[in-house]
Structure formats: C-alpha cells, structure tokens
C-alpha cells in the first residue's frame, strides 16, 4: 500500500515538474524589445489616433489569429504577448476608447483616471516591473508614492486617530510599532504570517495551468494545503486571524483596512487574498507617468506591428460558434447591424458573467459545466467614484503622492454591513468609508500639463440595486430622482473631505461629478457596477474553484483573461493574462517573466560595469 502510494506520489513529482519546465511553444520573454526612452506625448489628439479607433469593418486585419473581447490591461496585456510571437491579434472594446479600467476621460479640462490608483512590487529587476516594461517597449514609466503611501484616518469627524503606512520590509512593522507600543509582537505575527501565506502562491498558477486530473488529485488528496500554506490559510477569514494576533480593536482595524484594494468586508476576505494585496505594496507603491492612459498607448502600437489591431466602440454581442460547439468568432454591433468577425481563437477579457450570461447562445450557456463554474462564483460589490476639479497647485492645497483611507469607526465588518444592508437615502448621508487620492499630484507631469489645476479621486462602494431601477436611462440624461440620490452622496462624500482635508474649501472646486454602479456598467462594462470583477470573497479561493474557474472555457477555442481568472487589481488581471498566454503557447510564462528579470538584471550590471 504504502509502496503504491509513494510511486503515485513520485509519479505525479516528476509529471507535475515536467509540466512546469516544459517550453513547447514561442516565448514572447525571448528578446530583450525594450527600445531607449521617446519623448512623452502630451497631446491628447495625438493620443486619440492610437486610443480611439473607432470600428469599422474595413479596419479588421485578414487572417487574425485571434480575437480578444474587451482592452483591460487583461486583454491588451494578452494581445501583446501574443504580438511578441508575431500572431495577429485584433482587440475589441465596447467603450469609446481603449483601456477598462486603465482608461482615462477628461471634463473641463480635467483629466481623471478611473481605476488606477497605485500598484506595487514594481521594484526595478523584479519580474512584474520587467515583465512591464517588455510589454510596453521600455517607454512606460513608473513614479513612487510618497513614503507612507497609505494614511489610515479612524474615527468620527471629531476624533480622526491617523495611522501612517509605510512600505519596505522593515520600516512598515517598525513604524507601526512606533503607534502601537506594546503589541510588537502581534504586528511581528502578523507580518510573519502574511509573509509565509504568500510563499505559497506558486501552486495557485500551478492549479489554474495544470492538466484538469493533475489539479484535481492534489486537491482531493489534501497535497495542496500540504504543499501550500497559501491554500491552508485561504478558508480563514482575516477578521478571524486578526483577532486571534491583538485584543487592540484599532490594531485590527489598521491590519485589515486595506480590504478596500479587493471590495470584502474582513469577516468575508480570505486571509491569503489579503497576504496577496499587503505583501503587492510592501516594496512600495507607484502610479504610471503621465497618468493612467500611457498603459495602453505604449501596448497597443506593438499590438499593431504584428498586424494586429485595437478598435473601439465595438460591443461584441454574442460569439459566434459551430455545431461542434467550437468557437470560430465574434459578432459586433454596428450600430443596428451585426459585422461578423472570424478568427481560431476567441478570448474573452470582459468577465466571466458576461461572457457567459450574455455573449453565449442560449443552449451553451445551460451546458452543466459552465453553470457550474456560474454558480462557484458571484458579482462583486458595486463602486462609486466621485471625480473633483480643483483650482490651485497641490502645494496650494496641500495635496500629496499619497493615499487615505478613511473610516468612521474602527469596526469595519459592522461599519460596511450597516452601510450596505441601510436604505440607500440613509447611507447616502453618510459614507462610513472613503478612499481619498489626488492622481494629480502623483503625476510628475501633471503640472506641465495642467498648470495650476489638480484632481482628486474618491472611491467607495455602494449597493447596484440602490441605483438599478435607471439603468436603461440615457446614460448622459438620467431621472431627476437618480440625480438627487447621486448629489446626496456627493455632498455628505464631499463634507468628509473638507475635513480631512482643510485647504479643499468650496470655491475651489470647478468640477465635480459622480459615477455610480450604473455608470461603471457603461463604461467598464461591469454587469453589477463592480469595481473588481468576480467576488474575493472566502469562496473565491477554494482551491475546487481554482481548478475549475481557468482560462480554458468548457468550450473550444473559448478562453478567459482578465481579473476574473486570477485576481482582481492591475497585477492580478495582467497574471490572468499570463496564465492565459501559457495555456495558449503551451509553456510557463510565469517562469518566462522570473528568467527575463534574471537576464536583464545580469545585462543592466554589465552595462554599468563598461
Ligand atoms: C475605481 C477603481 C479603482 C481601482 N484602483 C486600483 C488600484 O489603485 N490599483 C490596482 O491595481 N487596481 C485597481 N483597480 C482594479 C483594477 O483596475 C482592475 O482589477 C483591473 O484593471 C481589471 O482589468 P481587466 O482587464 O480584468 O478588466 P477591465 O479593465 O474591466 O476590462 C474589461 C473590458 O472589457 C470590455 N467589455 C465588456 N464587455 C464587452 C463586450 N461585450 N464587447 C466589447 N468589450 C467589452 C469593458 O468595456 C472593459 O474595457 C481599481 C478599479 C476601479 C474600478
Ligand atoms: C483660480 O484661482 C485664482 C486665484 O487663486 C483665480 O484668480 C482664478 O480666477 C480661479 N480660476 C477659476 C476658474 O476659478
Ligand atoms: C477564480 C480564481 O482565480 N479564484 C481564486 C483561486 O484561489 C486563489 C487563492 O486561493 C485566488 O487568488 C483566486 O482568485
């Protein structure tokens, strides 16, 4: 007995090994493609050419290799890998221009960026930073947060407590030691734990690549939570671990107040998702130069030079398939008529709700597998931004590189359920969490661009069926009622950051406006208005769920990239991408990314070596 047992074991070693080195296919990580820096465009008709070219049936390549529904950085980050290989890739979003949410608009002279606020392990030499900086030909450029780049703010208007988050993996404990006299040892745990749950992220890409059986047999065996700390953590809440570490409800509170960054509340988040999100900013956080929209403008020219192509206002309304149940293409809505677009690949970065609920004829779509992968997950919670021009420099308003995250109690499981579970007119009077940021003074190029002016961003959650009853109102003209409701949080929003922030008064203010669940399915195509995609909730990171819910679809030539796939947040919808590219080009990009750092580490040293 014990004899067979470890033949399978050594068995399923040596497959699973063999699985991870093999390298069948093109890699896009081959060369070093990073060219010496352009001069940044600032000129937004300029941009345009590149981000908002409008659909046309005359603008599809012939012989595309693939098509990809949907330009988030999922998309666009799959398109170039495939580019990098030379296939030809044609790109379709809904929206006006390219990006999701790594898109940017503009309102009187503002411009405003809509879900990107900062992202971390950008350290330069880490596989994330070279990764990126392959993927945009060197030309994307990275700025640092301040140093703290979070402010936690606790309390009621009259007793705010501030709680400054440092990054690197010393200063953040020993600052929070510096607020915490006495519980070094819970904030050491803490740190400890977080650390040694994220060691185990390995098998994560491994389940979500490997053969079906493979996964399957480490999970029904019980080796994944063996093998990975990462997988035994995951069914335990944060609020639950967090107490067991400090009886210091304030220390709790400043463990856990990043939950915002994944949308659930600390009872409903899996302690590794939250590892996942603390240890991404613990080497620091960065925001790109020249604001959120330089990630597709420098993606999408070497989409282009592979053939391939990036076209806007292009709603996919259903994929096409043939009796087989093979994919074969996509139909796009042309204004009352569908264009046909047909290609051997189809993959979708717009979620897997939608893909599945609303681009799958009826029939596929009651297939047991796919309503199985349906029923593992759920929509995340809705957002809701608020967008404010200011007039005067960020040292006239004392506006930093930073981020604040401010909450009006220290309960927040208590705090987010009251709020979501209240009538809407209720917790529309007072917002009891808030995300505060000015992108503008991130921006090293901000104040050549719009001398005198900056921005603020505030973002916080709220209910889609608060708002659902308008969702078919013309997008640029809805109800008064919707409108009411809206100004409602944009004021009792607006009196929290007058506060936290003195030098924000009203006369300053030249622009501000609100984007509600609503607004998020417009222009992010988010069926619930999420801000995230699919729910982080405990559920989410059943290591079942992970096997199942991957890039291959039960459907041929049907994949999935994206958020969805991996992780919310700009580096886990770009890891959805590589894990999709992997299934795709038969070989580990992941490991790809680890060896292009290693090169050009090694290449960077001899340069400066000469
Ligand atoms: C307000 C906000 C703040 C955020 N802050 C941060 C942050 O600071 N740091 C961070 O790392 N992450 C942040 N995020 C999360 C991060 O932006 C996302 O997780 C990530 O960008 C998602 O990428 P994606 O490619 O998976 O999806 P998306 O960017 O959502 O892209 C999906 C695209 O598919 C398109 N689409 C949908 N249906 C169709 C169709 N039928 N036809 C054609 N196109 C379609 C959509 O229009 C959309 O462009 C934030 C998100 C939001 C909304
Ligand atoms: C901005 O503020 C300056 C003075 O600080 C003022 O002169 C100017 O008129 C203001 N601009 C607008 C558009 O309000
Ligand atoms: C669909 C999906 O990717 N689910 C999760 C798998 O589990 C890990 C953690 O256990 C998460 O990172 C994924 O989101």
Not at 275 to 293: D, F, M
Not at 461 to 475: G, H, S, T
Not at 517 to 524: E, R, S, V
Not at 572 to 586: F, H, P, Q
Request: overall charge neutral; hydrophobic content about 40%; charged content about 25%.
């Amino acid at each position: 007995m014990l004899i067979s047992v470890v033949i399978i074991c050594v068995a399923l070693v040596v497959f699973i090994l063999k699985y991870v080195f093999s390298s069948s296919g093109p890699n896009p990580f081959e060369t070093d493609t990073r060219e010496p820096l352009k001069k940044m465009v600032h000129d937004r008709k300029e941009k345009n050419k590149v981000l908002k070219q409008g659909f046309v049936a005359s603008k599809v390549p012939d012989n595309l290799d693939a098509i990809i529904i949907g330009s988030g950085i999922g998309g666009l980050g799959l398109a170039v890998l495939l580019a990098k290989v030379g296939k030809k890739v044609l790109v379709l979003e809904q929206h006006g221009r390219a990006g999701g949410c790594c898109h940017t608009f503009t309102e009187k002279g503002f411009e405003f960026d809509v879900g990107i606020h900062y992202i971390g392990d950008l350290l330069e030499h880490k596989p994330f930073r070279c990764m990126l900086d392959h993927l945009t030909n060197g030309q994307l450029q990275w700025e640092p947060l301040e140093n703290p780049f979070d402010q936690v703010v606790l309390g009621p208007p009259e007793n705010r407590r501030r709680y400054p988050i440092y990054s690197g993996r010393t200063r953040f404990p020993e600052e929070l030691k510096k607020c915490f006299p006495g519980e070094e040892k819970a904030i050491d745990e803490y740190l400890k734990l977080v650390k040694k749950t994220m060691r185990g992220i390995w098998l994560l890409a491994l389940l979500k690549t490997c053969p079906v059986p493979v996964a399957k047999f480490l999970i029904y065996t019980g080796l994944v939570k063996r093998l990975s700390f990462f997988f035994k953590m995951a069914p335990r809440s944060l609020t639950e671990v967090v107490n067991e570490l400090t009886e210091n409800k304030e220390l709790r509170a400043v463990f856990t107040y990043i939950f915002g960054t994944y949308g659930n509340m600390p009872k409903d988040t899996s302690f590794s998702m939250h590892s996942l999100l603390v240890t991404h900013y613990l080497n620091g956080a960065w925001y790109p130069k020249g604001g959120a929209s330089e990630i597709a403008y420098h993606m999408i020219p070497i989409i282009e030079k592979a053939g391939g192509a990036v076209l806007v206002r292009a709603p996919v309304n259903r994929i096409l398939f043939n009796d087989a149940k093979e994919a074969y293409g996509v139909s796009v809505m042309k204004g009352q008529e569908e264009i046909h677009v047909h290609a051997p690949m189809v993959i979708s970065n717009a979620g897997i709700f939608n893909t599945y609920q609303k681009l799958l004829p009826k029939e596929l779509q009651a297939m047991p597998s796919i309503q199985e992968q349906l029923s593992m997950m759920k929509n995340g919670e809705g957002g809701l931004s608020v967008f404010l021009g200011l007039n005067g420099t960020k040292e006239e308003l004392a506006l930093k590189a930073d981020n604040y995250w401010i909450f009006s109690e220290n309960n927040f499981d208590e705090l987010v359920e009251n709020y979501l579970n209240g009538e809407r007119e209720e917790s529309a009077k007072s917002v009891p969490l808030l995300f505060v940021a000015s992108p503008s003074a991130k921006d090293p190029t901000w104040e050549e661009r719009s001398p005198g002016k900056s921005t603020l961003s505030l973002v916080s959650f709220a209910k889609y069926e608060w708002f659902e009853e308008w969702k078919d109102d013309k997008v640029t003209n809805r109800a008064p009622e919707y409108k009411e409701l809206k100004q409602a949080f944009i004021d009792s929003i607006l009196e929290v950051v007058m506060d936290v922030f003195p030098k924000i008064t009203r006369d300053k203010i030249e622009y501000i406006d609100a984007g509600t669940p609503i607004t998020n399915t417009h222009y992010i195509g988010a069926p619930k208005g999420e801000i995230y995609g699919a729910d982080h909730g405990i559920a989410r990171f059943s290591p079942e769920l992970n096997a199942t819910v991957r890039p291959q679809t039960p459907l041929k030539n049907l994949y999935l990239t994206g958020q969805d796939v991996f992780v919310c947040g700009f580096a886990g919808a770009l890891a959805g991408a590589l894990t999709c590219g992997s299934v795709i080009l038969n070989r580990n990009l992941h490991l790809d990314a680890i060896a292009l750092a290693k090169k050009t580490k090694l290449m960077n040293a001899k340069l400066k070596g000469e």
